[in-house]
Structure formats: structure tokens, C-alpha cells
Nanobody
């Protein structure tokens, strides 16, 4: 099984920034696609951003222009830079590879 450890969450003000990181138990260079998801209380989990090994990136419409995904090969991490944060971004954020178990996620709270 692939193990994920998400970190970097916290409490920020509206308009603030956070950088989330995901450590993966396998080499990220061997992964074809990896994505960030989020889930707010009482809501369904949704994909917010993904990247493929050919460099293509896709974003949820509500985060496009504010969030940026990247892969750090040297540190074997998958990152999500989040800028101009809004209260609606409040959720637990997870990284995920298709058909693998979920990690514990990292909590992001944006104060209104």
C-alpha cells in the first residue's frame, strides 16, 4: 500500500497563503498522476488540483488562479501552494493516487 503524510495546514486569515506538502512512501517520479482533494464537514470530498508526469495540471474552477500544484523530486513531495485564501477553502486536504488508501489529511481553516 502507498502511504501519504500531508502537512502544512493551519489557521489563516482571508487573503492569506499556505503551502501544503504530501510525503509519499513511493517514488513520486514513478507515479503517473497525483491529486489534492479536500472535504469540508457535511460535504462530499472533491478534487481541487492534479498533476500528471507529463506536466499537465488541472484545477477546480473555484481555485484556479489561486492554487498551484508542483512536484519536488529531490524531496519526493507533492505540494499545493494556496494563495488568496477564502473561507470556502476551509476543509481537510488530502493527497491521493488513484486506487490507494487515504491518509489523515491536513486541516486548513480560513477565518472570516
Amino acid at each position: 500500500q502507498v502511504q501519504f503524510v500531508e502537512s502544512g495546514g493551519g489557521l489563516v486569515q482571508i487573503g492569506g497563503s499556505l503551502r501544503l506538502s504530501c510525503s509519499v512512501s513511493v517514488s513520486i517520479s514513478s507515479i503517473r498522476t497525483i491529486a489534492w482533494y479536500r472535504q469540508a464537514p457535511g460535504k462530499e470530498r472533491e478534487a481541487v488540483a492534479r498533476i500528471t508526469t507529463d506536466g499537465r495540471r488541472n484545477y477546480l474552477d473555484s481555485v484556479e488562479g489561486r492554487f498551484t500544484v508542483s512536484i519536488d523530486i529531490a524531496n519526493n513531495t507533492f505540494n499545493l501552494q494556496m494563495n488568496s485564501l477564502k473561507p470556502d477553502d476551509t476543509a481537510t486536504y488530502y493527497c491521493q493516487i488513484p486506487d490507494t488508501d487515504w491518509g489523515q489529511g491536513t486541516q486548513v481553516t480560513v477565518s472570516s
